[in-house]
């Protein structure tokens, strides 16, 4: 999705784990946020944090991003005939984003499931969050084992155009923290 984040520098990334694992198809969807704003990822008014992990709910956080983006990919998995939505929120190591909660999840599927001509007619939609109950040193050793490298992937919330990350963001925080505890070789290459 290009809902007018701070870069799309994931997207190119997306786009190039979707070929390197050939994928069957890959689109991208324009949507401009920008438009809500309130979130230091759609307004560049608002600064990314970088003096650490603060409690409560970040600024990073889009308002209803998930819940905008499932309801899209609801929009095309009807259309497609497809039985399942995938998503990779992940709420054990969250930044405190209350729509990557388990609960959450759960709700947008019951009502996916009312909302839809393919339920009414028999053929539920399930919302499937693989990572939601995984902590990011599990995510980074699935990553290998999988074969994905780490290192094509970007979760910074300001990388540099090549993709690096600043390494000091919330996002840079959490991934380094993963690595760590999965004790495996951070090969992200930070800024900072």
């Not at 979130?39 to 970088?50: G, Y």
């Not at 499932?70 to 095309?76: P, R």
């Not at 599990?138 to 155009?161: F, H, K, N, W």
Request: charged share 20%; glycine share 10%.
């Amino acid at each position: 999705m290009d809902y007018g984040q701070r870069h799309a520098i994931e997207i190119e990334a997306a786009a190039r784990i979707a070929r390197a694992f050939g994928a069957a198809g890959h689109r991208i969807q324009k949507l401009d946020l920008t438009q809500i704003g309130g979130s230091a990822l759609t307004d560049r008014s608002i600064a990314v944090p970088v003096s650490g992990i603060q409690p409560g709910i970040p600024v990073t956080y889009v308002p209803a991003r998930n819940t905008i983006l499932l309801s899209l990919a609801l929009g095309w998995a009807e259309v497609l005939g497809a039985r399942h939505i995938f998503v990779g929120a992940n709420a054990v190591d969250y930044s405190g984003y209350p729509d990557c909660r388990p609960e959450y999840l759960r709700a947008f599927e019951q009502m996916a499931n009312l909302a839809t001509k393919a339920a009414v007619e028999g053929r539920t939609i399930g919302v499937r969050a693989p990572l939601v109950d995984l902590s990011k040193a599990a995510i980074v050793r699935l990553a290998l084992e999988l074969g994905v490298d780490p290192a094509v992937t970007v979760s910074c919330y300001q990388p540099d155009e090549g993709g690096g990350g600043c390494g000091v963001c919330d996002a840079c925080r959490i991934r380094k923290a993963g690595f760590e505890a999965a004790a495996v070789p951070d090969t992200t290459r930070y800024t900072e």
